[in-house]
């Protein structure tokens, strides 16, 4: 079984330019969440979805966004980039959020 | 506000030896227990869940649950230098949500 897929997996943006990045989950898997780790704040939620509705969100400015799609693939999508926003995003698959997460490689987001 | 507490180390151990990680949290709603290793420039592995009070094994690692306590626990027994990585507790929340904890720095030296 294919694990999960992020893309791409490295990207360097400027200030004020915003980024999409992709997630394919395990398939047969409907929770995808988000996470932001950086070195001083570890992993922070970002957000959850489930067929194709967020369930959860974390404590992120509205900049940052997402969704999900009828065959579970999700985005997401930061907006107006602060040099603040370089950090590793990591996508994680389950069948429902209270069950085992699987992450994929991450995105390594640098903003300069 | 749903907190989940772990000693950021480093923990320091020596080769052979058990290694032990802690991890507390505030909510008592709390399902589903997690360890996560994720070794340097890599993203998290899952090593063990645990849902119900008590001691679950797993080849060298056991995962202690105290709900009481609020307290969950990963034993690492002869631990081995590949064993050296940051360690990841999570919890799962009855209304669909998940936290990470920050993570705890392991080094084992040989």
């Known amino acids: 079984k294919a694990g999960v897929t992020q893309t791409p997996r490295y990207l360097i943006k400027t200030r004020g330019q915003q980024v999409t990045l992709s997630c394919s989950p395990i398939?047969?898997?409907?929770?995808v969440s988000w996470y932001q780790q950086t070195p001083g704040q570890g992993l922070q939620f970002l957000f959850e979805?489930?067929?194709?509705?967020?369930?959860n969100k974390g404590n992120f400015p509205g900049r940052f966004s997402g969704r999900q799609f009828s065959n579970s693939r999700s985005e997401m999508n930061v907006s107006t980039l602060e040099l603040g926003d370089s950090a590793l995003y990591l996508c994680a698959s389950s069948l429902d959020v209270d069950r085992t997460q699987y992450f994929g490689p991450g995105t390594r987001l640098t903003v300069t | 506000q749903k907190e989940v507490e772990q000693n950021s180390g480093p923990l320091s151990v020596p080769e052979g030896a058990i290694a032990s990680l802690n991890c507390t949290y505030s909510?008592?709603?709390?399902?589903?227990f997690f360890w996560y290793r994720q070794y340097s420039g890599k993203s998290p592995e899952l090593i063990m869940f645990i849902y119900s009070n008590g001691d679950k094994e797993d080849g060298r690692f056991t995962a202690q649950l105290n709900k009481a306590s609020q307290y969950v626990s990963l034993l690492i027994r002869d631990s081995q230098p590949s064993d050296s990585a940051t360690y990841l507790c999570?919890?799962?929340?009855?209304?669909?949500?998940?936290?990470f904890g920050a993570g705890t720095r392991l080094t084992v030296k040989p």
């Open positions: 909510d008592r709603g709390s399902q589903s």
């Open positions: 398939s047969g898997h409907r929770s």
């Open positions: 999570a919890v799962a929340y009855n209304n669909n949500d998940m936290r």
């Open positions: 979805y489930f067929s194709e509705t967020q369930r």
